[in-house]
């Protein structure tokens, strides 16, 4: 059950990264995600680029693992690369700006993929 609940939190708290840039646009995860995923069946090759494929894949393999049985270490490891990759950057973008808005939005992502590794170690 512990397994189940981590894999969720992390679906869970990677669709609230926040992102900033210039000229005042902002964005959270989960906007970028709607958009992304309506414009694949309008016009696929326009998304088809590694920082929205792989978040896009992990998010699908934790998906995965909250109906299995016991959970697979190895989708759910995967899942936790592929989020991991795009929240890591933007953390690191925010710490290297200085923005803490950006930093503590990527941070619950980072803190449960850690516990949930940790976890998984143990099993």
């Known amino acids: 059950m512990k397994s189940k609940l981590l894999n969720a939190l992390l679906i869970v708290t990677s669709l609230f ?10 964005l959270f995860l989960f906007q970028a995600e709607g ?12 998304v088809l680029h590694p920082f929205t494929v792989l978040p896009i894949i992990g998010q699908l393999l934790l998906l995965i693992t909250l109906f299995q049985k016991p959970p697979s270490k190895m989708l ?6 592929g989020l991991g990759i795009l929240l890591s950057f933007i953390f690191l973008a925010g710490a290297l700006s ?7 939005t990527a941070l ?5 993929a850690v516990i949930t590794i940790r976890h998984y170690r143990r099993l």
Request: hydrophobic letters at 50%.
């Open 17 to 26: 990264g926040y992102m900033e840039w210039g000229g005042g646009n902002h």
């Open 35 to 46: 958009q992304v995923l309506a414009k694949m069946f309008t016009d696929p090759m326009s």
């Open 76 to 81: 759910t490891y995967a899942g936790i690369a």
């Open 98 to 104: 200085t923005n803490f808005k950006i930093m503590l």
């Open 108 to 112: 619950p992502f980072l803190v449960i």
